[in-house]
T-cell receptor, first 117, second 113 residues
């Protein structure tokens, strides 16, 4: 099956610093990737849709200047949490859309646990 | 808009018991339906999917049938194992959602030996 990787799997940073999370589709090309945030024992909250070669589309209430998304290639999207604060601590999960003639499925990365001190 | 409703959890079963997790949906257009599983500390894994009415998705002993008349996609397994303990998410990809998934709230399953 399709594989999506995320890096790093876990990161701890100081308040005020920026953190970059990478999401890669390893065996397929993804023109669209998605970034989610998950709080403990909760469902996934879609943050933004990342489109290759164009600007990301952010969900209502998500600060685009705080959560910078870049989708520079068909296999890589990055999420940068700028000037991180403790309330940004969360589990961030990406997914990549595998869209072909007979398929349209999202495959998820393993997630990144961000802790801001 | 699109929505997915899952049965309230948590669900606790003994090993080899029968599992049903209910999922109903509301959508415009002709959605595809998915079940994802999340093990502790990990991302989501696609468990099974169905793209049109009456399709049955199956994987690892789990099954779900796309029922358009009842707008349902219930997950079933005849004999659960301890290793099935996880959170299960029902989701839909609607024809008008531009690739976005709409998730249910998730159901925590715990299987005891």
């Amino acid at each position: 099956g399709a594989v999506v990787s995320q890096h790093p799997s876990r990161v701890i940073c100081k308040s005020g610093t920026s953190v970059k999370i990478e999401c890669r589709s390893l065996d397929f090309q993804a023109t669209t990737m998605f970034w989610y945030r998950q709080f403990p024992k909760k469902s996934l909250m879609l943050m933004a849709t990342s489109n290759e070669g164009s600007k990301a589309t952010y969900e209502q209430g998500v600060e685009k200047d705080k959560f910078l998304i870049n989708h520079a290639s068909l296999t890589l999207s990055t999420l940068t949490v700028t000037s991180a604060h403790p309330e940004d601590s969360s589990f961030y999960i990406c997914s990549a859309r595998d869209r072909g003639r007979y398929t349209d499925t999202q495959y998820f990365g393993p997630g990144t646990r961000l802790t801001v001190l | 808009g699109d929505s997915v409703t899952q049965m309230e959890g948590p669900v606790t079963l003994s090993e080899e018991a029968f599992l049903t997790i209910n999922c109903t949906y509301t959508a415009t257009g002709y959605p595809s339906l998915f079940w994802y599983v999340q093990y502790p500390g990990e991302g989501l894994q696609l468990l099974l999917k169905a793209t049109k009415a009456d399709d049955k998705g199956s994987n690892k002993g789990f099954e779900a049938t796309y029922r358009k008349e009842t707008t349902s996609f219930h997950l079933e397994k005849g004999s659960v194992q301890v290793s099935d303990s996880a959170v299960y998410f029902c989701a839909l990809h609607g024809g008008t959602s531009y690739g976005k998934l709409t998730f249910g709230q998730g159901t925590i399953l715990t299987v005891h030996p």
